[in-house]
């Protein structure tokens, strides 16, 4: 309030204390953690253990990629199984430490529609195809030839 009008002036309240306001900030100071994104065991256990998950799914896209070296469509399943897996356990594990990037349901989403195109298209891979869908070859045909 000045003293010299009785008014309060553009940032204060009428005690004297300064008003907060309802904009947003220019700079963002910080952010907040996703919903799971804390340790998946004690804080007192091991680095590994408290990041498990993630550490799974590390393990599965290496023995992957170590496999595709000898079969390329059976590494490539074991690639996209691993994401399926780490669909399942974003959606059923409540803390998963660093596997948790986003918003629960932005992760899962993610992991299943990138696990779910991989698994196709290492069914879909040449020679001899797993899976055959007729209307891509149409669609192959009518764009390029």
Same mark, same amino acid.
């Given at each position: 309030?000045?003293?010299?009008?009785?008014?309060?002036?553009?940032?204060?309240?009428?005690? %004297?204390?300064?008003?907060?306001?309802?904009?947003?900030?220019?700079?963002?100071?910080?952010?907040?953690?996703?919903?799971?994104?804390?340790?998946?065991?004690?804080?007192?256990?091991?680095?590994?253990?408290? @990041?498990?998950?993630?550490?799974?799914?590390?393990? %599965?896209?290496?023995?992957?990629?170590? #496999?595709?070296? %000898?079969?390329?469509?059976?590494?490539?399943?074991?690639?996209?199984?691993?994401?399926?897996? %780490?669909?399942?356990?974003?959606?059923?594990?409540?803390? #998963?430490?660093?596997?948790?990037?986003?918003?629960?349901?932005?992760?899962? #989403?993610?992991?299943? #529609?990138?696990?779910?195109?991989?698994?196709?298209?290492?069914?879909?891979? @040449?020679?001899?195809?797993?899976?055959?869908?007729?209307?891509?070859?149409?669609?192959?045909?009518?764009?390029?030839?």
């Amino acid at each position: 309030m000045s003293a010299d009008t009785g008014r309060t002036g553009p940032g204060e309240e009428t005690d %004297g204390t300064p008003r907060r306001s309802r904009r947003f900030p220019v700079f963002t100071r910080d952010t907040a953690p996703p919903e799971g994104g804390g340790r998946a065991a004690p804080g007192d256990a091991p680095a590994p253990a408290r @990041q498990w998950p993630i550490l799974c799914l590390l393990a %599965g896209m290496v023995t992957g990629l170590l #496999v595709t070296l %000898g079969s390329f469509r059976a590494g490539v399943l074991v690639i996209g199984a691993t994401l399926l897996a %780490g669909a399942v356990l974003r959606w059923t594990v409540p803390s #998963v430490g660093i596997l948790a990037v986003r918003s629960r349901f932005t992760d899962v #989403v993610t992991y299943g #529609v990138l696990g779910t195109v991989i698994v196709l298209l290492g069914m879909m891979a @040449q020679p001899n195809p797993w899976l055959e869908l007729p209307f891509l070859e149409r669609i192959v045909h009518f764009t390029i030839r």
